[in-house]
């Protein structure tokens, strides 16, 4: 199993350009989350998806679109990067949504914008 | 005020020595508390939920203190391995996410 996986490990854009963040996960699991990493911040959640066929605002949704195109696969929209979006973005999967479980995190893609 | 609260650190400890992190959260009705560890550049794992009872694994030990509200991770006889940011992480039960501290660094010296 592969785990969580993520693509691409690294990406640079310029101010006002589009990307899309992929994840997908092996493990048949449930949730599917998007954070982002930023120096003193600690995680903050994006958006998740408690299961297939929903989505929800996070933390810090702003800027970001996801789609929750199956049960193994969960993508972060940019659709006009800002500098401020500079972070590591961290995909992350559970068995359930509220059941207090383990999260697993793919490697993360390290954004920087322009 | 934020929902969880950790002290940064670094702590450098050497080798063998025993080190505590606290962390801190705001929200009294907080049900599932864990200690993810990352290693530098790389993700989170979890290293070991926290119990109401305390738990322990192997040369980790995790506590609750729901009256003060934080949770503590206590490590015996570091290792170098052990060198990494610990995150503590809430999970409200009332809300919708998790919550994660800043993390706590960890350096391990020979």
């Known amino acids: 199993n592969a785990g969580v996986t993520q693509t691409p490990k690294f990406q640079v854009l310029k101010t006002g350009q589009s990307m899309t963040l992929q994840c997908a996960q092996d493990?048949?699991?449930?949730?599917m989350y998007w954070y982002r990493q930023d120096p003193g911040m600690g995680l903050r959640l994006i958006y998740y998806?408690?299961?297939?066929?929903?989505?929800d605002k996070g933390e810090v949704p702003n800027g970001y679109n996801v789609s929750r195109l199956n049960k193994r696969e969960f993508s972060l929209r940019l659709e006009s990067a800002a500098p401020s979006q500079t972070s590591v973005y961290f995909c992350?999967?559970?068995?359930?949504?509220?059941?207090?479980?383990?999260?697993?995190f793919g490697p993360g893609t390290r954004l920087t914008v322009l | 005020r934020k929902e969880v609260e950790q002290d940064p650190g670094p702590f450098n400890v050497p080798e063998g020595a025993t080190v505590a992190f606290n962390c801190t959260y705001s929200?009294?009705?907080?049900?599932?508390f864990f200690w993810y560890r990352q290693d530098c550049r790389k993700e989170p794992k979890l290293l070991m939920s926290?119990?109401?009872s305390g738990n322990e694994d192997g040369r980790f030990t995790a506590q609750l203190n729901r009256a003060s509200q934080y949770i503590s991770l206590l490590i015996r006889d570091s290792k170098l391995s052990d060198s990494a940011t610990y995150l503590c992480?809430?999970?409200?039960?009332?809300?919708?996410?998790?919550?994660f501290g800043t993390g706590t660094s960890l350096t391990v010296i020979p």
């Open positions: 992350a999967s559970s068995e359930q949504w509220l059941a207090g479980g383990e999260q697993f």
């Open positions: 493990m048949n699991h449930n949730s």
């Open positions: 998806s408690a299961s297939e066929g929903t989505t």
């Open positions: 929200n009294s009705a907080s049900q599932s």
């Open positions: 926290v119990y109401s």
């Open positions: 992480v809430v999970n409200p039960r009332t809300g919708n996410q998790f919550y």
